[in-house]
């Protein structure tokens, strides 16, 4: 058991894979149980989770600095992006990252989007040459940070900026309210329950309600019979019904999250992998998210029992609220 940020964490020495799957504190998997519990014994009641999904939504759009109006909430990251996709004049010229996350550019691709893809360090520096422009925040495979200043300013030339925050919001202290449109996933950084994701949509972008049911009425519960049809005004019409389960841990996890000095926070995940880093002779990146690209590097740590991630042909670390310069010194022993 780890003491972190005042919250304790059942969570094992060497666990450096949030980037795949973050560990919930002890208070978040207590809430889920607790919720299964009420659920196998049939005292749960469907209006018993409204709490829940407000209160991580809340949570979420503090997370990313918009006002909670201009959040809607679905089950995965692509599927959200999708209605961003949908949005676009078809065919409109779309900017990506070279060995970007499907989930960011896939639905693009899917809606017969020209899309163009440059190295990252370009992206910035091009992006006021498309319609549109979609990329993460931080790159999954290996931490880098995408230069959020150079899109802001492509944004006041008029590309519309779509941005994944899914590997950065939970320790990247940084603006993303001037963004377009941001989604997140609340499984790895948030500390969260698979199942629940978010998308904030800039005032100016009128997004069409594609997937409308009954959750994106003005009242959901006076929406789940009949017509006319009567969505929310803001952006719950994009809603799709919630992951009830996912949602009770993220009604957790996400205030208290957002409730934390985000330098502090981001000075500690940020800290412990620049110091690995550095025990490897590598350049601090300023990112949580460390790619060890040493032959059999992911072999020596999974034989030292740390856990870890092959991406892109490399070993991925990642350091979160739980983990110690321990963990850094027991993964340079590995990797020595």
Avoid at 58 to 73: D, F, Q, S, T, Y
Avoid at 80 to 95: G, T
Wanted: include cysteine.
């Amino acid at each position: 058991m780890r003491s972190a940020f005042d919250r304790l964490f059942d969570v094992p020495d060497s666990y450096l894979n949030t980037a795949s799957i973050g560990v919930p504190s002890v208070e978040v998997a207590d809430a889920v149980a607790a919720s299964v519990h009420s659920w196998r014994t049939g005292a749960a009641r469907p209006g018993d989770f409204d709490a829940p999904v407000a209160t991580a939504r809340e949570a979420w759009a503090r997370l990313v600095g918009v006002p909670v109006g201009r959040v809607a909430l679905g089950a995965t990251v692509s599927g959200l992006v999708s209605l961003v996709a949908a949005a676009l004049p078809r065919p409109s010229r779309v900017l990506v990252a070279a060995g970007e996350f499907t989930s960011v550019t896939w639905p693009f691709a899917a809606r017969g989007h020209d899309l163009t893809e440059v190295p990252l360090d370009e992206v910035g520096a091009r992006a006021a040459e498309f319609d549109a422009v979609a990329v993460a925040v931080v790159q999954s495979a290996d931490g880098r940070i995408v230069d959020l200043d150079a899109l802001r300013a492509a944004r006041a030339s008029g590309t519309r900026v779509v941005l994944d925050a899914t590997q950065a919001t939970g320790w990247l202290d940084a603006d993303l309210g001037w963004a377009d449109a941001v989604t997140g996933g609340a499984y790895k950084w948030l500390l969260s329950p698979r199942g629940a994701a978010w998308l904030a949509v800039h005032p100016d972008w009128d997004l069409p309600p594609e997937q409308a049911g009954w959750f994106a009425g003005a009242d959901v519960w006076d929406s789940v019979y009949g017509l006319p049809l009567r969505l929310a005004a803001d952006a719950r019409a994009l809603d799709t019904s919630p992951a009830w389960l996912s949602h009770v841990g993220a009604a957790v996890a996400l205030p208290w999250l957002a409730g934390l000095d985000r330098a502090a926070v981001h000075a500690h995940c940020t800290g412990l992998a620049d110091a690995l880093r550095a025990g490897l002779g590598m350049e601090p990146a300023g990112s949580a998210i460390v790619s060890v690209r040493t032959p059999g590097a992911q072999e020596r740590l999974a034989a030292a029992g740390v856990a870890c991630a092959a991406r892109a042909g490399a070993a991925r670390l990642a350091f979160h609220l739980y983990n110690t310069a321990g963990d850094v010194d027991r993964a340079l022993d590995a990797l020595a």
